[in-house]
Each structure stands twice: as C-alpha cells, then as structure tokens.
C-alpha cells in the first residue's frame, strides 16, 4: 500500500480517494442532514422556475417557515394535549407546527405569484422583499416573544431502522444516513423521486415545463397559463415550508433570527448545478454539502503526510466557498452548461390583453 | 418653475404614497403585536414613530447619526441604481461592499506607522479597486459567457463572506484581540467632520452622488450605458461596444459598493472582523428602487432609511418595538412601489410611470435566455 502512496501527484490522489472512504461513515449523517433544507429549498425553486417564475426569495420564504413552525408548534404545546403516535417523535403540537409553517410559506408563495404573475412586477425584486420583509418580521416577532421564553415542543425524531440494516458492510452507513432520518427528511426523499418521475412522465410535468419553455405556444394548445404557476408556484411554497420546518422542529428545535443563514440560497445554486431537475438538484446539495463535510473532516481529524500537509495548506474557508465557485463555473459554461428554463423571468401576458 | 415643480410632483407621488403606506401597515403590524408586549395598544405606532423620527432628526447627533447611516446606503444605492440603468441586477453590493472593506483594511493595517496623509487615500482607493474588481467578474461573466449577474452575484457574495473569514481569522488577525478581528486601524482612521462620527466617508457619498448623475446623464459612457440597458440590440446597430459597456457599468457599480464598505471600516467601526453582520446589501437594493435608480432619487431614499436605521435605537428603548420593524417597512414600501400597477389603479393616481421598469425588464427577460450579449 505504502508504495503505491509514494508515486508521485498519482500515489496522493489515491491517498485522498481512501482518505475520503474512511472519513465517509463518520461525516454522512451531517452531509445528509445539512443537504436536507437545500434539497427541499431546491424543490421550492423546480416548481417556480421550470414554469417560468424566478424565485430568489426562497431564503426568506424559508425563514418564514422555521419561525411559524416553532412558535405555532410551541403555542400549540401549551394548549393541545401532546400526544403523539410513538413513530418517529411525531406528537399533536409538531404535526401542528409542521401544517402552520408550510401553509405560512404557501401563503409567501402566494404574495410572490400575485407580484410576479398577476401584477407582472419584477420578479427579482418580488423575491427581494419576501427576503427583506421575511428577516424583518421574524426577527421583530422574535424578540417580542423571547421576553416570555415560550417552551419549546421538542423535534421530530429519527426512523430507528433495524440494527440488522445497520450492520450491511459498505451500503450501511449510507442507508443509515438517508433513510435514518426524521419525518421531514423521509419527505424530501420521496418527494424528489416523485417530483423526478412527474416532471418527465405526467401531464402535469409536460404542462409545467411547456410553460416555462414556451408559453404561448402552451396557450395555443389550450394550457392555461397563469393557472399552471399560480398552482405551481404556490405548491413549490409547500416545499419551502418543509424546508423551513426541518431547521426548528426536526433538526433542531429552537428558532434563532436569520437562522437560515444561505441556505435559501445555496438552495438556487444546487437548482442551477442539478440543471432544474428535482434528482439533479438533490445531487448537488449532497455535493455541496459534501465540500462541508470534507472541511470538517479535514479540521478534526486530518489526514497524515504529504497529503495532510497539503490539505491542510488549503484554507478552511476554501471549502465553504467552493459550492459557489462550482455553481459560477458551470453557470458560465466553463465546464459543460447549465440552461435556465427559456421563460424564466418573463411575466406571461395574453393576446387578448396585449392588444 | 411650475413645470419643475410639476415634474417633482409626478416622480416623487408615488414613492411618498408607498412610504404612506409602509407606515400605515407598520402600524398594524405593532397594534396586533401589542398583546405580546404588555398589553393591547392603539397609541403604540404613534409612540413609536415620534420616537423613530426624534431619533432621527430630532437632535444634532441624531441628525449627524443618519448621515453617517445614509452614507453606505447612498454608495451602495448608486451601485444597484446605476446597475439598474444599464440593465443589471447587481444583487452582489453586499460582496462588493465586503471585499472593498477588507482591501481597504489590508492596506490599512499595513500602513499603521505611515502618516494618515499616506494611509488614508491609499485606503479607501485599495477598497474602490477591490470593489472595482469584485464588480468587474460578473460583468465580463455576463457579458462573455451568459451567466446571468442575479445568480453569479449572489454567488460571489458568499465567496466574498469566506475570504474576508480566511484572510480576518488567519493572516490579518490581530495579536491582542479577544475575537476573530484585525487590530485597530490607526493612520487610516477618517478623520471626523461633524458631530459626535460624522466621518469623511460623508464627503464621498456627497461627492459620488452628483459624480454619479454626471456620469449617467452627461457624459458619453452614461448615454452608452443607459442604451445598452433600454436596448442592446439598438446600441449595437449604434456602434456600441455592449459587451465592454456592461463590464465598465459593472466595475463602476462595484466600486462604488467598495467605497461604501472601506468607508465604514476606516470611518466607523475601526478594525474589521472576520464575521461583519450587514443588511447593506438589500438595502441597497431598496434604496435603488425607492430613489427610482436616479442618484438624486437614491439620495433621498438612502437620507430616509438611513435616518430610520439611527432613529430605530430610540424607538426600541422608548416604544418597545424591535430594531427589525425598520425591515418590516423597507420590505412594505418594495411591496407598494412593485405593485405601482394596482397602487394606481385603486387611488387613482395620474402620475406618469417613471421607474425603473423599462431597465428591469431587460434585466428580467434575459434571465432564462442567458446569451451572450
């Protein structure tokens, strides 16, 4: 082993490729925890874009969401008994909080398709404001409500699987981190499937991306247009809300102001990577919050030798920021390319109005 | 002299009448919010505007504070407005204000025995040239291979968040601090003008403002710029380069973004953390569309929340109402002045449409098409 370790450039990439395997096990189950909110931001993102509706307000709508789960779920603590079914942590006041938050980014979502669709008003700066307003009046509510310090109503919990699962060499590991999730993680997982297999075998998802590509042409076959993104956009608003959810009732369980911190961004960037596809997109958040991972990694427990040094040569922050740079690269067609939807952005106007 | 008046009347009609309505909703928001203070309050808006105003135009210090908080606003403003005229979204003022600050802070911190003479232009021209650069990459991005600036912008801010986080914690970090910061500028320090921190950095969003309307509307590079932005297609039949129009556009929107973030460094805060929280590059984006993307226009949008950010302090202490409604109500006001169509319609404003629409429909069209320009 150690001689192959000691060719030259060649013998530190193989070291890198089983430094990466055995650091793999320990860091999946951050990697698949940090890229769920991504995943299901992205989601949010599919449903506008692919029917033409730029959504930079993802981030806001996100944080809209955490803030109404926690405190709808913790006000619910308070009033309904907290009974629960005894799967997977799920009790009375998060199925509350959980149905609160993503009827409150619905409702966002709304405000974004009225602006964007029926208003015809810039859709850049529509998700502008969800962003400005979204940290504004969370933040407000906030601090209003910390004065009380209402109770937290706990997080949803994790699917124990079989510890026969557990111990299947290689794939366990992997099974364990995606699939020993919460209840908000097990939806991503389906929903990204669901979503992949609607967009290119439904009605449904030849509408959609008719509608994104070309929607006059979608009106002339009889699609209604401004139907189709309203019910897209405000149903990509169900995602958000999930998304959102998952940060103060699943992964954690406390709301801190802005605490989505990017991710609603991020999110747009794995959208872009997974070239506006629900499985490419999940992809490139495990990707991106691979690079995470591997920073981690590398801080607490660096590899040896001449591949340590190197490693370790390269700032932390580098890790950060390279889900960033990929996302330039690829959208300036650099390495391969990375095509919005032809009508994103453009407000659809019918003939009839036009003239 | 009545047309002028006419013509102040028609552009500032509707943004007053969106201000108007931000405060009105302001006010809702904090009497349904009251129970959650102590109790149900129909004076509370009241309360808390008067002490919002007090603190921001009450007093000399309160006057010299919105100033020193209008002043990255108004830079900023200027480089999403003039980004707006020539057809870009510049959502990257917040990158390009962090990297001006940290170059401005480098060559700062190098600096600290030289004499403030040395220190302080080369200063804030290191933060204009870091601004400069981080303006220029979406340019020549946009304008050589597609990719749209709203999605590499947004980008090349969290870029910018990690470099100023390496360079601040690593190499840059100060030897007797307690936290991730640089140590205390000293030769670069500006020199205080007015009141209690009204910095030198105040000059240059005074000097950059009609620097600004002179470059749009006077010169030969503002009439290509503003072409370029109502119509490439046109500008090019005219002989216009608008690729390299849309890289200088960007440049200059980018400096200006860096100016305003080595101003606060070398103005007000001192020294530069490795985390430097700031809302600017947002609010830029408010300031533009409220000023109409006009430098005059941005001044007084920038002078307006500017002065609600220093009177906000005042109305937490006094009014009880968080620093964050002063979000809630940039964000209301955007509400109003996007949905101008159905403002019009209902209060049945006459007032011709002078926004910046036309500019941003080039903006947003482009975005699924992703051509080369």
Redesign the interface.
């Known amino acids: 082993m150690d001689a192959i370790f000691d060719i030259p450039v060649i013998g530190v990439l193989i070291q890198f490729v089983v430094y990466v395997i055995a650091a793999l096990p320990v860091v999946a189950p951050t990697i698949a925890a940090a890229a769920t909110p991504i995943a299901l931001g992205a989601m949010c993102g599919f449903m506008n874009e692919r029917s033409?509706v730029?959504n930079?307000g993802i981030e806001g709508m996100m944080l809209t969401a955490a803030f109404v789960a926690w405190w709808s779920a913790s006000l619910a603590a308070q009033v309904v008994p907290n009974v629960g079914i005894g799967v997977l942590g799920i009790t009375l006041p998060l199925v509350i909080g959980l149905t609160t938050a993503i009827l409150a980014a619905m409702a966002v979502s709304a405000v974004h398709a009225w602006?964007s669709i029926t208003?015809?008003?810039?859709?850049?700066?529509?998700g502008?404001?969800?962003?400005?307003?979204a940290?504004?009046?969370?933040?407000?509510?906030n601090?209003?409500?910390s004065?009380?310090s209402p109770p937290s109503a706990g997080q949803f919990q994790p699917l124990q699987l079989p510890g026969v699962l557990e111990d299947v060499p290689v794939l366990g590991f992997l099974l364990d981190s995606l699939i020993g999730v919460g209840p908000i993680g097990l939806t991503m997982l389906i929903s990204v499937i669901v979503l992949q297999v609607l967009l290119f075998r439904s009605r449904w998802g030849l509408r959609t991306r008719a509608v994104g590509e070309h929607p006059k042409a979608a009106e002339t076959v009889g699609i209604d247009v401004i139907r189709l993104r309203y019910r897209n956009v405000i149903g990509g608003g169900v995602f958000a809300g999930l998304a959102g959810a998952y940060l103060t009732i699943e992964f954690g369980s406390a709301f801190q102001?802005e605490m989505t911190a990017?991710r609603g961004?991020?999110a747009?960037?794995a959208l872009?990577f997974g070239r506006w596809t629900p499985v490419g997109a999940f992809g490139a958040a495990l990707l991106f919050t691979a690079s995470i991972g591997l920073e981690r990694s590398i801080r607490f427990a660096p590899p040896e030798g001449q591949l340590g040094e190197w490693l370790t040569a390269v700032?932390?922050?580098?890790y950060?920021?390279l889900p960033?740079?990929i996302?330039?690269i690829v959208?300036?067609?650099?390495v391969g390319r990375s095509?919005?939807?032809?009508?994103?952005?453009?407000p659809y106007e019918r003939e009839s109005k036009a003239a | 002299m009545r047309a002028a008046l006419e013509r102040v009347r028609s552009v500032a009609v509707l943004p007053a009448v969106a201000i108007g309505l931000a405060l009105v909703v302001g006010a809702v928001?904090m009497i349904l919010?009251s129970p959650?203070?102590g109790g149900f309050d129909l004076t509370l808006p009241l309360t808390a505007y008067q002490a919002l105003a007090v603190g921001a135009f009450g007093s000399g210090n309160a006057l010299v504070s919105t100033l020193v908080n209008a002043t990255p606003l108004v830079l900023a403003g200027l480089a999403v407005g003039i980004g707006f005229k020539a057809g870009l979204?510049n959502?990257g003022a917040q990158g390009q204000f962090l990297i001006g600050a940290l170059s401005a802070t480098i060559v700062a911190i190098a600096l600290n025995g030289a004499s403030p003479a040395v220190a302080i232009p080369l200063s804030l021209l290191a933060g204009m040239a870091g601004g400069l650069a981080w303006g220029f990459v979406p340019g020549f991005?946009k304008a050589f291979?597609?990719?749209?600036e709203?999605?590499?912008t947004?980008?090349?801010?969290?870029?910018a968040i990690?470099?100023v986080?390496?360079v601040i914690s690593?190499p840059l970090r100060g030897a007797e601090v307690t936290f991730a910061r640089t140590d205390n500028i000293v030769a670069g320090e500006l020199p205080i003008l007015i009141g209690r921190d009204g910095h030198l950095g105040l000059l240059l969003a005074a000097v950059a403002v009609p620097a600004a309307w002179w470059l749009l509307y006077r010169s030969t590079i503002g009439f290509e710029i503003r072409t370029v932005g109502a119509n490439p297609d046109a500008a090019r039949y005219g002989g216009m380069q608008p690729k390299w129009i849309t890289v200088l556009a960007m440049s200059v929107c980018g400096l200006l973004a860096g100016t305003a973030g080595a101003g606060e460094i070398l103005g007000e805060v001192g020294y530069m953390p490795a985390s430097y929280g700031t809302?600017v590059g947002?609010?830029a984006?408010?300031v533009a569309?409220l000023g109409r993307a006009h430098p005059v226009g941005i001044l007084f949008a920038g002078l307006l929340f500017g002065g609600m950010q220093a009177g906000a302090g005042l109305m937490q202490v006094q009014a009880g109402?968080?620093v964050?409604?002063?979000?809630?109500?940039?964000?209301?006001i955007?509400?109003f002045l996007?949905?101008?169509?159905?403002v019009r319609r209902v209060l049945r404003i006459r007032a011709p449409g002078t926004g910046v629409?036309a500019e941003?429909?080039t903006?947003?069209?482009?975005?699924?098409?992703?051509t080369s320009l």
């Not at chain 1, 959208?331 to 650099?334: D, P, R, W």
């Not at chain 1, 095509?339 to 453009?346: C, E, I, K, S």
Request: charged letters at 10%.
């Open positions: 033409g730029v930079i602006l208003v015809r008003a810039d859709q850049i700066i529509s502008t404001i969800i962003n400005i307003f940290v504004g009046i969370t933040g407000y509510l601090l209003l409500i004065k009380q102001g990017g961004f991020i747009l960037a872009i700032p932390l922050q580098f950060g920021a960033y740079l996302t330039i959208l300036a067609g650099v095509l919005a939807p032809a009508a994103v952005g453009r | 928001i919010s959650l203070v979204f959502i991005l291979t597609g990719a749209h709203v999605v590499t947004i980008m090349l801010n969290f870029v990690q470099i986080s390496y690593g809302t947002f609010d984006i408010a569309l109402i968080p964050q409604m002063v979000s809630v109500l940039q964000a209301v955007l509400f996007a949905a101008e169509l159905i629409e941003l429909e903006v947003s069209r482009s975005y699924g098409e992703q």
